[in-house]
């Protein structure tokens, strides 16, 4: 049972492979025996054990199915003594069963809880190199993609290597048993056996006509698929209602149905040619070849006895079909080794930002920030250049600019998740470098844009630790995210939790969790700046999902709150940069202008006019209240 | 791993086959020469199957006989001949007519899809329930009645070719082809009864574990994540999770091992060997006692092998029919499901007023109490069965706090020529006036008023053709520039050419134009076409907003049109916008939550928790000094602030 099982998921498997980039035979053999070594370190000894039981269950099949049928024929034709086989059969009978027994415990009871083992060794060391990686990794698509992939597979490719391992060794096995028979009986045999293997090579064409042919089909599917999402997502309702786009949707829809029969034909007849060419070649050549000799050996030459004629049909078929199994299976272990090309490039990835172990502690201090600059890789331009600042303690930092123009860059440059292309960052005069980086880190305090909420407890998502065990230090924990949740105007909707605090947040992990809504989320996620104690505060565009009344107290209370620390925030609306002791104006990737809001007011450069354009309609206001409108601040300007 | 797939046979659903047989005529209707090719095969196969064994037999026994040389041979050479003649179609059915008559299959049921999916209440996107089983009924009934026109096929094949068989051998030996069906009965459909029950156990047991592995590995593998992962104890956090998951995981996979062992170790295994070596054991008798000639072994003992694979797939087969039955009355339920809102008749003359009187508006479920309860079916079926994905239950929780009215009594009039502007925080209503307008949904309460008349009497597709929107949720599609202003198809004649080009540029995107290589014909979106452009989003916007301007629309609705813009880039865009709007003395209805951008209007109206608070223009309101003035006041505020700075500024230096 189990057996059938396996074969066919591997069957599968190597049906879905579409195209093969090349590797080395070299790195193909130590690619797998990484796999394997993984699979001995997990647990030793399994390995072994596996093989060994798989070896005894082929000699069992061969016992039982071929060579059984010889030994009943030959024996009755012979002598007619049934005792003696009524008495073999029986024993095999029970060894099979005890065999197959055998096999099944090992597999549910042993191999079974020890796959789920030896996927969490190899997920937890990837997961150790993901974390470790800078965040650059994330957006080069070819190291995301190799990790994407190596994780995806993680739960099965191990023993997907020792399943061929042992399946390649049973096959040898089956092959060489089969064969020996079939040369006791008929050396002339062989060579129908050998039949399928002579055809491989059309074998070879047939797989890269599939190949190409899903290529071709690929464009048909992309446009099959835009097609039906369209009709589907609800992004495209309100057009799809209010245009004529659905009739040139489906125009274009029955086009790909025309491709898609064009191409089918193509391949089909090609492929079918070869297919029927492989097929008749086991059917008729090899299998009714065979039997057609052996029939004539027997009848006409007599050199062979009826009862081997039924084993070498038996028999031949088998040859035939380990052969071709063998050769599939050789190709498997190319198709691991890729996979596990991927997982052990990336693991041997050495990130470029690593922990400094001997490393300064930081603390509060002044942030020297000079000359920096990062390009993306592969960019053919600095995201940043030469951007030069500072941040004293208890500073309010404002960093403003359009989309794109490298506020975010720099604050993940600041918090060391890129490594600077260029500049560096001092702390305390101390470069970046010099301080382990998990202190490093944990000087911040940032909240981003695109911040997540784990499926966690809420005041683990606020502390981002587990919450302290028992008796006064969780009873501190307690009141910190309290009153954090106050601040953040989150505390009424938290109460209102079936567990407060210790709810779990999304529905991934315990399906009765809390969804929050954008502006909740954001707010339970700000909490973090009121409970934490990191001496810079980081703010990128927090406020976002908040309405103007939320926003603006919201604002208020994290200046009182932040009194003492460092606080660097990006905004969009300069409205709130008037409140920093600084702002900095990017554009382009650099620093064009720097001051406080009334001098770089004053200056009337970038920054000036960008104010006053969003300022307009609402200052208008006030200024036809005191009569003169636009023209009387252009007065007070020039004046 | 050693276990069988979950081929579930969900009991009490047998009424359910229904749409087995329901889909079988859809399928019948829309591609009878598939059910025909598929039939054939079958029967077929069933034929080739139960003659590999005959001939074998007889060629046995022939040899047995001491038939000559090519008495026997004869049995052979026709196997042959029968064999390359008779895979030679099937050579051809399986690689090359069998897909091309399926991928006709699903185009001709993905067509009447879409065409019910079109004329489709937009009220449908809304109830997430109905959406899902529409987002499924799209994605995967086709493949779902393939599946089941399959099955059935296979049924029949299995079956005939397994009652074939057993007959054949009870001419050979009873006891045997009564062994060989009992055995093949055990191992397959009653291990397999156990075996998914055992199973579907595990998942639902083991699926919170599965999922929150899935998720720990996501929040390592998504760079959304990746920020936070590099702060705090988050990631030791979650691997410790994840061993812990592991270790229940472990332990669970040692409990079902047990039983697992117990089934397919000893039950199984009993059954499997026992046909085997029991059908041997009489043979011997039989051979030794003279009572059957070597055909009559041969026979046995391929059919010893065919006969347990045949049996299998019929168990798997019939196994599948009333799962899928379950998931197509889904597809049955979408098709059935009737449209709320009704098309007029009346021709529609062009704009003078538009009046809402008294209009409210919930967001109402749409389905029926059928399918709701169609839903909770298969909901709890997928539970039990540990396929539930999280994804879906989350889209299902979002229903439920869509329960209360929207809008609530809402009287105003537009009168032609008039710019308005709405304005309000998120969830006041905005956007879902302007669906009611475009008679997207109906009111719940209340009637909308065209040049007096309600607009339940006008066809639908010519009311709408009469107004032209620009939502801020606007999408392009894959297709030319001039396609995605045309909307639909575009001829290419030069008189349309022109209307293209003018809407571009009355949208400001001629600039832009120019830079394009193919101009009007350049493909946009990469989604089909990889050399295709991809418009940044402000730029995106304007190809949107020029579809207002190409045709000569009475009434323009702008949903928050410059919201992908900043703030320079959207000063501009509203001035060119009612510029062209202004000389071609449109009617104007735009969104806004950013007041700074709705000053110009003729008329601001101020919406707030679904009721029309505040109306008149910009400064009526302020000087009303209510709710209107205080909202600008606040966005005004810090800016005001800013402006008296720079203003003390020069007197101070």
């Known amino acids: ?639 | 791993m050693k276990r069988k797939k979950v081929t579930t046979r969900t009991t009490g659903h047998f009424s359910a086959l229904r749409s087995d047989i329901r889909i079988l005529g859809k399928v019948w209707r829309l591609q009878p020469s598939y059910i025909v090719c598929l039939a054939v095969y079958a029967l077929t196969w069933a034929f080739i199957n139960s003659l590999a064994v005959y001939f074998r037999s007889a060629m046995f026994n022939a040899l047995d006989n001491g038939t000559d040389f090519w008495g026997v041979a004869v049995y052979i050479l026709s196997l042959a001949l029968f064999y390359l003649l008779i895979f030679i179609p099937d050579h051809l059915y399986r690689l090359i007519w069998k897909p091309v008559l399926e991928r006709k299959l699903r185009f001709r049921m993905h067509r009447e899809l879409y065409c019910k999916a079109q004329r489709m209440d937009l009220a449908c996107y809304d109830d997430p329930d109905f959406y899902n089983q529409f987002i499924w009924a799209m994605r995967e009934s086709d493949t779902r009645a393939i599946q089941v026109v399959e099955a059935i096929g296979n049924v029949v094949n299995h079956l005939l070719s397994s009652l074939a068989i057993i007959g054949l051998l009870f001419t050979v030996n009873v006891w045997i082809s009564i062994l060989m069906l009992a055995g093949n009965l055990v191992a397959a459909f009653v291990v397999d009864l156990i075996g998914n029950r055992m199973w579907i156990r595990y998942d639902t047991e083991q699926n919170p574990r599965f999922r929150r592995q899935d998720y720990i590995d996501r929040v390592f593998n998504l760079p959304d994540y990746a920020k936070e992962l590099r702060s705090g104890q988050v990631a030791d956090m979650m691997i410790r999770d994840q061993e812990k998951t592991t270790g229940e995981l472990e332990a669970a996979n040692r409990r079902t091992g047990v039983k697992a062992t117990l089934l397919y170790g000893v039950l199984y295994n009993v059954a499997k060997r026992g046909t085997y070596y029991g059908t041997i054991l009489i043979m011997i008798g039989d051979l030794a006692a003279g009572r059957v000639l070597l055909g009559g072994f041969a026979a046995a003992v391929s059919a010893l092998w065919i006969l347990q694979s045949t049996m299998q797939s019929l168990s798997d087969a019939l196994a599948e029919l009333p799962r899928h039955a379950l998931y197509l009355e889904k597809y049955f339920a979408f098709l059935d499901h009737e449209n709320q809102l009704v098309s007029g008749t009346e021709e529609v003359p062009p704009f003078q007023t538009l009046t809402f009187e008294n209009v409210s508006f919930s967001y109402a479920p749409v389905k029926t109490e059928k399918e709701t309860a169609l839903q909770q079916a298969v909901v709890a079926y997928e539970i039990k069965k540990g396929e539930k994905r999280d994804g879906e239950e989350q889209d299902t929780d979002q229903g439920t706090d869509r329960g209360g009215e929207v809008l609530h009594g809402i009287n105003l009039t537009i009168r032609k020529g008039e710019k308005t502007a709405i304005v309000g925080y998120n969830g006041a209503g905005k956007t879902t006036l302007i669906k009611l307008i475009m008679r997207l949904y109906d009111p719940t309460e209340g009637r909308i008023l065209y040049n007096g008349i309600d607009i339940h009497r006008f066809d639908l597709e010519a009311y709408r053709a009469r107004i032209g929107a620009v939502f801020q949720d606007y999408r392009l599609f894959a297709a030319t520039v001039a396609e995605n202003v045309m909307g639909g198809r575009y001829d290419g004649q030069p008189g349309t050419e022109a209307e293209v080009r003018a809407a571009l540029d009355a949208a400001s995107f001629t600039g832009r134009l120019s830079t394009l290589e193919q101009g009007l014909h350049t493909p946009l979106t990469r989604e089909i076409d990889q050399s295709g452009v991809n418009l940044s989003g402000g730029e995106a916007q304007k190809v949107a907003i020029a579809r207002v301007f190409v045709r000569p629309y009475d009434l323009i609705i702008m949903d928050e049109p410059s919201s992908a813009l900043d703030p320079v880039a959207e000063y501009e865009l509203n001035h060119s916008i009612l510029n062209a709007a202004d000389s071609r003395e449109r009617t104007v209805i735009f969104i806004s939550h950013r007041l700074s951008t709705t000053r110009f209007a003729d008329r601001i109206l101020l919406f707030a928790d679904g009721r029309l608070c505040e109306q008149g223009s910009h400064e009526v309101l302020m000087a009303m000094g209510g709710r209107y003035a205080r909202m600008f006041d606040m966005q005004a505020e810090k800016y005001r602030a800013g402006e008296a700075w720079e203003r003390t500024q020069p007197a101070a230096t």
């Open chain 1, 1 to 639: 049972m189990s057996k059938r099982k396996k074969e066919t998921k591997t069957k599968t498997k190597a049906e879905t492979k579409e195209k093969k980039p090349s590797i080395k035979l070299r790195r193909v053999w130590e690619n797998n025996l990484f796999m394997l070594k993984l699979i001995h370190k997990a647990s030793p000894g399994f390995l072994a054990l596996d093989v060994s039981i798989e070896m005894l269950w082929a000699a069992m099949e061969f016992f039982s199915g071929s060579y059984l049928l010889k030994v009943v024929v030959d024996s009755l034709k012979d002598s007619g003594r049934t005792g003696w086989l009524y008495l073999f059969v029986a024993v095999l009978f029970v060894l099979h069963l005890a065999l197959q027994f055998l096999v099944s415990w090992f597999w549910n009871c042993v191999g079974w809880p020890m796959e789920v083992r030896l996927t969490l060794k190899i997920r937890k060391l990837l997961y150790a190199r993901m974390r470790s990686v800078e965040l650059s990794c994330y957006e080069d698509p070819a190291f995301y993609e190799k990790y994407v992939k190596a994780m995806s597979e993680v739960n099965n490719r191990a023993f997907q290597v020792m399943w061929s391992l042992e399946r390649m060794l049973t096959q040898v096995f089956s092959l060489t048993a089969n064969v020996a028979l079939l040369w006791t009986i008929d050396p002339v045999l062989i060579i129908f056996g050998l039949i399928p293997f002579a055809v491989g090579f059309l074998r070879t064409r047939r797989n890269k006509l599939s190949v190409a042919e899903s290529n071709d089909m690929k464009r048909v599917d992309w446009h099959t698929n835009y097609v039906q999402r369209c009709f589907y997502l609800n992004e495209y309702a309100k057009e799809m209602r209010l245009t004529h786009m659905p009739d040139k949707m489906l125009d274009d829809y029955q086009g790909t149905l025309d491709d898609f029969i064009r191409i089918k034909k193509r391949y089909g007849k090609k492929i079918s040619v070869l297919d029927y060419i492989i097929k008749m070649s086991h059917e008729v050549a090899t299998v009714l070849g065979a039997t057609f000799y052996t029939v004539y050996a027997t009848l006409v030459r007599g050199t062979i006895t009826a009862g081997d004629c039924l084993v070498v049909i038996n028999s031949i078929g088998s040859v035939s079909m380990f052969l071709s199994g063998l050769v599939s299976n050789i190709a498997s272990f190319h198709e691991h080794a890729l996979f596990i090309d991927n997982l052990r490039s990336f693991l041997d990835y050495q990130p470029k930002i690593r922990e400094n172990p001997e490393g300064l502690t930081a603390g509060a201090g002044r942030i020297a920030v000079s000359h920096l600059a990062y390009r993306y890789q592969g960019a053919e331009k600095d995201a940043l250049s030469d951007v030069s600042l500072t941040v004293a303690p208890g500073e309010k930092i404002a960093l403003v600019g359009q989309n794109g123009s490298g506020k975010t860059t720099f604050v993940k440059l600041l918090l060391h998740m890129y490594q600077p292309s260029g500049g560096e960052i001092t702390l305390d005069g101390h470069p970046m470098e010099d301080y382990t980086l998990s202190s490093w880190r944990a000087d911040f305090e940032p909240v981003f844009q695109d911040f997540k909420l784990l499926g966690m407890s809420v005041a683990e998502n606020i502390l981002r630790r587990p919450m302290s065990g028992e008796g006064e230090a969780q009873a501190q924990d307690r009141a910190t995210v309290t009153e954090a949740l106050r601040q953040s105007g989150a505390l009424e909707r938290v109460e209102r939790m079936p567990h407060g605090m210790d709810t779990v947040l999304t529905k991934e992990f315990d399906s009765h969790g809390e969804v929050l809504s954008g502006g909740e989320a954001q707010k339970v996620a700000l909490a973090r700046v009121f409970a934490g104690t990191a001496p810079f505060v980081i703010l990128d565009e927090p406020t976002s999902a908040l309405d103007p009344v939320a926003e603006y107290t919201l604002f208020e209370n994290m200046m009182r709150a932040c009194a003492d620390r460092a606080v660097i925030f990006i905004s969009h609306r300069l409205s709130s940069a008037v409140l920093a002791d600084r702002v900095y104006l990017f554009d382009g990737g650099r620093v064009v202008e720097s001051g406080s809001h009334a001098e770089l007011m004053d200056r009337n450069g970038q920054y000036a006019d960008m104010f006053r354009r969003q300022a307009e309609s609402y200052v208008e206001r006030t200024a036809s209240e005191a009569a003169g409108g636009p023209e009387r601040r252009d007065v007070a300007y020039e004046a």
